[in-house]
C-alpha cells in the first residue's frame, strides 16, 4: 500500500469494475471519490446521510465504522437494500478501506 | 392575477437572498414554492443542523439561516404563493412570462428566476414492478383524509414518523391495519414506536418487520401485496390499500419540459450572468450547472447578486444601473 493511498474497487451498475486510488489524508468520503471519478453517484445531499442517492453493496469484508442512527434511518428510506448496503457518503476513505470492493445499488426510480 | 418583476421559483436560501439584491435595484419579487414554508431544504430535510460555510457566521442553524434572510428581504415586501408547484409557462408577449401552478394561480413577470434547487419534494416511491398502474386504485403515497380508509384492509410500508403516525391513527378507523418494515428497530419519535409496539401487541395492528413489498396485484383496483420477509420468505397480503410512506425525494419536476437546456438534472447557464437558454429566464443555487459548479449556498447568493444586475438592465434597456453600496446607501424598502 503507497502511503496516503488505498486501492478501491467500485462495481458499477453496468457490472464494470473501477479500480480507484483513494487518498487518505483529505477527508474525502466514498461517495466523493466516486463523483470525483465521474461514475454515475449523484450525492444529492452533500454527504448528509439525507437521501441514500450514494447508496452501494459492500462487497468485500473490509472493517468499516457501524452504519450510524442517521444512516439506517435513510437505509429505511431506500429501496433495493440488502444487509450489505451503505451509504457511500458515511464511509470516510482510510487505511481500513484498502481492498474493499462496492457495487453501486440501482437508482431511485420507479419500475413503470 | 399576480403581477411582479422577477419571479422566483423556489423559495430556499438563494431565492430568498435574491429578493433582497433585486430590491436594492427596485425589482419586486414573488416567490413560488412547492412546499407549504419558506426555506427550502434547509427547512424541510436540516432545519437543526448547523452550516458552517456562510460567510461572518462560525457556525448557524440551517432553520435560523432562513429566519435572518426573511428578516432580510422584509423591507422588500416579497410576494409568496407557497404550497403550490411551478406547473407551467407561456409567453404572454414580449417580456412578458406568465406562470400557472398546479393550484391554477397565475403570476405575470418579465423576468423569471429559477431557484429551484433539488426541484420539487415528492413522495418516494417504491421500485415495485406494475406499482405505477394502481395509483388511486389503492396505492396512495400519502394519506389526506383518513376516513377515506374506513373499514378497509391497510398495508402501510415504512419505518419513519409518518409510516407510525399513521399505523396509530389509522389503526381506529380501518377494519386492518398492517404494518411492515424493513429492520425491527423504528426510527419514529420514541412515543410513536411505543404506542405502535402496544397496538402489536393488543392485535390491534399487525405488525411485520424485516420485511418489503416487493409485488402488487389486482384486477384494475389493487388486490393484493407480496410481501417478502427473512423469516416467512414471500408472502401474499390481501388489501384494499398499500400505503408506502419512505419520506420524500426531489425531482426537477414540469420545469423539465420549458425548453430549458439540462445537463444532468441541472439547468445550463452562462457564468456571465447566470441567464439560462431562454431570453428573460435565468437559474441560480442548486438547480444550475456551469463548469466549475459548486453547489453551497454562499454561490447562490453570488449568483443571485449578478443574476439581479443583468435583469434589470434586461427589462430597462435603456435605464442607468448604478451600483451603490449599502454602506452607503443604507437599504430602502418598498412602500
Known amino acids: 500500500m503507497e502511503e496516503n493511498i488505498v486501492s478501491i474497487t467500485v462495481i458499477d451498475r ?53 452504519a450510524s442512527d442517521d ?30 470492493i462496492v457495487k453501486l445499488a440501482p437508482v431511485d426510480e420507479t419500475v413503470a | 392575477m399576480i403581477k411582479t418583476d422577477i419571479l422566483i421559483i423556489g423559495a430556499g436560501p438563494c431565492g430568498l437572498f435574491t429578493v433582497f439584491e433585486a430590491g436594492l435595484l427596485k425589482l419586486k419579487c414573488h416567490l413560488v414554492d412547492a412546499l407549504p414554508i419558506a426555506g427550502g431544504q434547509l427547512s424541510e430535510i436540516y432545519p437543526k443542523k448547523p452550516i458552517y460555510d456562510i460567510p461572518g457566521y462560525p457556525s448557524i442553524l440551517a432553520g435560523e439561516l432562513v429566519d435572518n434572510l426573511m428578516e432580510q ?26 406562470l400557472t401552478t398546479n393550484k391554477g394561480t397565475q403570476i405575470e413577470a418579465p423576468v423569471i428566476c429559477i431557484a429551484g434547487g433539488l426541484g420539487c419534494f415528492e413522495p ?3 421500485p415495485i414492478e406494475g406499482l405505477a ?14 376516513e377515506k380508509f374506513r373499514d378497509k384492509k391497510l398495508l402501510i410500508a415504512g419505518g419513519g414518523d409518518s409510516a407510525l403516525d399513521w399505523t396509530i391513527e389509522l389503526a381506529d378507523v380501518a ?4 404494518l411492515i418494515h424493513r429492520r425491527t428497530s423504528f426510527r419514529g419519535a420514541l412515543d410513536s414506536v411505543d404506542k405502535v409496539m402496544a397496538l402489536a401487541k393488543s392485535n390491534k395492528v399487525n405488525l411485520i418487520t424485516e420485511a418489503q413489498a416487493v409485488g402488487v396485484n389486482g384486477n384494475g383496483v389493487l388486490k393484493e401485496v407480496i410481501v417478502k420477509t427473512k423469516e416467512r420468505g414471500e408472502f401474499t397480503k390481501d388489501v384494499d390499500y398499500f400505503i408506502p410512506l419512505f419520506g420524500l425525494t426531489p425531482k426537477l419536476g414540469p420545469l ?22 431562454v431570453p428573460g429566464i435565468y437559474a441560480v443555487g442548486d438547480i444550475n450547472t456551469y463548469p466549475g459548479k459548486l453547489k453551497l449556498i454562499l454561490c447562490g447568493f453570488h449568483e443571485g447578486t449578478i443574476m439581479v444586475q443583468s435583469a434589470f438592465k434586461y427589462i430597462y434597456p435603456d435605464a442607468k444601473l448604478s451600483f451603490k453600496y449599502t454602506t452607503v446607501a443604507g437599504v430602502n424598502g418598498f412602500e
Open chain 2, 133 to 146: 398502474q394502481f395509483e388511486e386504485k389503492g396505492v396512495e403515497y400519502m394519506v389526506k383524509d383518513p
Open chain 1, 71 to 100: 444512516e439506517e434511518d435513510m437505509l429505511d428510506q431506500a429501496f433495493f437494500v440488502e444487509d450489505n448496503s451503505r451509504l457511500s457518503c458515511q464511509l470516510p476513505i482510510t487505511n481500513d478501506l484498502d481492498g474493499l
Open chain 2, 175 to 178: 377494519s386492518e391495519v398492517t
Open chain 2, 256 to 277: 423539465a419540459d420549458w425548453g430549458l437546456n439540462i445537463n444532468r438534472s441541472a439547468i445550463e447557464v452562462d457564468t456571465l450572468d447566470y441567464s439560462t437558454n
Open chain 2, 73 to 98: 428581504i422584509a423591507p422588500f415586501n416579497p410576494g409568496f404563493t407557497l404550497g403550490e408547484r411551478a406547473e407551467s409557462i407561456e409567453k404572454v408577449e414580449e417580456k412578458l412570462y406568465r
Open chain 1, 14 to 66: 453496468e457490472g464494470k469494475e473501477h479500480k480507484i486510488d483513494a487518498p487518505t489524508d483529505m477527508n474525502f468520503n466514498l461517495m466523493e471519490i466516486c463523483k470525483a471519478s465521474e461514475l454515475p453517484v449523484e450525492g444529492t445531499c452533500g454527504g448528509m446521510a439525507l437521501c441514500a442517492s450514494c447508496h452501494c453493496y459492500v462487497q468485500s469484508d473490509n472493517a468499516l465504522p457501524e
Open chain 2, 124 to 126: 418516494r416511491k417504491p
